[in-house]
């Protein structure tokens, strides 16, 4: 971290940043990759003062708490702080366009915008990798665990791959552009539901498989092979259990494949699926047939269609 | 498979091939990577006929099998003219330098040249892939396991990817140049044995700490990151059990890493270790270090220093 002088804050400016929502763990890569996408994305908007605190609003329905030590943005905010030594205090307002609960990182989404708003009204003194750092504070406020796999390709864009926590090693695949249809069936799955239904042993041939996979999607990523990607998109340890918990899972994922996507999965913890696939026509398709499936399941849905989003949270505007 | 003419087969030539050493597993990759190594190789001498049936004989001191159903290169043969519809006969003879038992691949250098000799004097009617094929007879023969983690490289070159067994999905990964230094301690361990102590079930949280290791050391190489490739270097899954047959073992690991390898480990099932370096120096000082090693233990030890091998089996004369 670099010690710049204390003029590079930005008092009496506002900014505001995009945060795009996130799908972990794709498919086979669970608790280590990460894909940032263009839609959708909640807003964050902040200023700095000399009155230190953190004074959160919302300008949205969502009623979640503006304590900052309970709340996930203030939580990373105030991990950020003890690495300032000048006395500010930020107020924010967030929008959130994200649904909680919805597997598409909506807590990472907050975090990790308000860490990018913070660094950049601080004068740009901290790096990627520290803004991270910062932001899983509010995932272990959300979750109770410190991951990053949402939190990494919300702040740096694209696909990144969390090869280790401890210490933290994150590093970014290049990828060929691909469109994504999400479907965030209307139903409640709780990240930690969804992580005690995960058996803690698992079968060493089915890990072999697994990360014979896992590196099947490495590898067609950076070789922008998109039939490798597709033939890697498989997960044979935490989709068999999880996927359980999200009626039509099955449905959407065979008529999906069927319709020409890459293959998809889970997004997160659920209950959103996510599809992958090279033609905005096949994303389209897709979309009508996600939709079908949850109507005549009697579930309402939100579809979008939407890509991959290389550049991750962004300032929208600074005034 | 093509169905050329008869004509196409090269009979009364003779043709010698090389057919390098293979590191199977690459630390992480347990069953899915592979490497080809410069040096050592064998060499098999073949000519084709039209007197059916496959006369092996051996120009080393291994006394191994000469009856083709029992032998390596004999049973890949055996399943090889299952393709071919002409009335031929096969006389070679294999020259080991790979010692069987070493970890280095001797079985697969056996299997894979035989059959690669052989297409050549088909008049090259096979794919590389419905070469694996063939070989992996021979694997079967050598281990019970048809696994292809050191056929795939011996005959394509440079480091391979086994994605999948069934169906078989070969992924070949381009790196940056590498010097390998290996160590053979003279001492031995079955692939059988090695197999058998391992666990059938792993922690998830191994698990997941080995897929992002193997995702990690999958990117280092395309990314051609040597130091990502030596962060990924890690086995949290086979190697603490495995290397508690090969005595010397954490020695020449951890001496080899402070002398400046990227990393390294078992050679397949072992007892051979082999370490990365970005340096021919580096590798050279590590041989040394190899060779102390097993001195002081009073194990006797062979050691190579040499490359990958971006080839794989090659011919090295046609008359």
Redo the contacts between chains.
Sequence with gaps: MNQPEQSSILYGRKITVECPATVANLV??????GMALKDPQDLIEMSVSDQPGIRISHADGYDLPTDPAQNVAGAALLDLMQGVEESVGFDLTITKLIKPGSGLGSSAASSAGAVVAANQLLGNRFSQKDLVRFAMAGEKVASGVKHADNIAPCIMGGIT????IFPL?I?Q?SAPPMYVTVVHPQIEVRTSDARQI????????D?????????????GF??KDYD?IG??LEDV?IEPVRSILIPGFDEVKKASREAGALGGGISGSGPSIFMLSREAATAQNISVIMKDVYDSLGIDSKIYVTTLNNEGATIRNLT
């Design positions: 086979c890569g669970f608790d280590i990759l791959l969390i090869r280790s090693d590093i695949l995960l058996r803690k042993e698992v079968l060493l041939k890990a072999i498989r697994q990360w014979g996979n896992i590196a099947g999607l490495v590898a950076l070789q490798l033939r890697s340890i």
